[in-house]
């Protein structure tokens, strides 16, 4: 007897492309597939480059779509609150609403832009994002500014998300066993876009610092971005720092695997999905109390937060983690194991699964 699936559309960028969002549903809809119960109508938006009419061009996609697929009991949007896609992905909620019930997760969220709404575009919100039956956020902070905003719907909390298979030929244990030996350097680790605002210049001033005085430690960043010409100048004379540009597969893999500490100082975030990739491998993890992180990550068990924009700080907290190899240790199991219970696209796609069924 074959399955009736429930049928979803699903409003995203392209899949194929690097960032936050494509991983996130890359990763889920591997794990729907398995679940069998769920049919995604995938229609990517956006890539269109410099063409003046690629907006256009969306909404009319997506209006083309609502009107020939009589079979779609769902959508889902994936903005972030940005000025771009606000507008273009709340057009795309106005030309649901009253047609297809839908739910919003919403990714990245700037606080700048946050203030701008307060200001000027409640309304916007209110007759366009406002419509969904369900919002989805990565932060209380955000959960809360929506409802400041007068949305009356049900919010949820929820995490990104890594796909486990990306760790399938990884071994802790063995990572360990393998340190006791290791005299090579221990390796911190950056794996983010290269903008300013990830706060890579401090980190690399911190780290100046601390290879001063600290020997065998060397700083990977890893990444692509509007600053990465800027940096790659910086650090070109710099000893113990490697720019390797955009990584992924077993590159990213292997950076991971071999690294001993992830350090992201970000000066905003939503929920990033690198830091639950270290997690993964087992790496302890410096971070910025910003977004999703102050409730999601524990200090002084997944790591330590940092100030933002504080090259003291970052400095200081690197050479406590290294100054106590039991505590590494101890972190790096912790991590681990919260990582293979709770933050894996298994365990992210059967919490959402509940709330699609409810409003199938």
Known sequence: MSIKKNNILLI??????????SVFW?????????????????????????????????????????????TTQLAVINPSLLNRSFFRDGLFAK??????????????????????????????????????????????????????????????????????TLANNFSLKEKFEKSKTDTSSKKILFLSRIIKEKGIFELVNAFENLNKRIENLELIIAGDGEAFDQLKALVKNKRNIKLTGHVEGEEKITLLKESDIYILPSYTEGLPISVLEAMLFGLPVITTKVGGLKKFFNDDKMGYFIEPKSTTDIENKIELMLSNSDKLKEISKFNYKYAQKNLTNDVIANSISIHLKELI
């Open 95 to 164: 030309q649901l609403a009253n047609k297809l019930p839908f739910i919003v997760i919403f990714h990245g969220w700037d606080l700048d832009f946050e203030a701008t709404v307060t200001k000027k575009y409640i309304n916007f919100f209110l007759t366009s994002f406002g419509q969904a039956e369900k919002i989805f956020v990565l932060s209380d902070d955000f959960k809360n500014k929506i409802i400041e905003w007068g949305y009356k719907g049900e919010i949820i909390l929820i995490t990104t998300t890594v796909d486990a």
């Open 12 to 21: 995203v960028g392209d899949l194929s492309t690097p960032g936050g969002v």
């Open 26 to 70: 890359n990763s889920l809809l591997s794990a729907f597939h398995k679940k069998d119960d769920f049919n995604f109508d995938i229609l990517e938006i956006g890539g269109h480059g410099k063409n003046i009419f690629g907006p256009i061009l969306d909404q009319w996609k997506v209006h083309k779509n609502i009107k020939s697929n009589k």
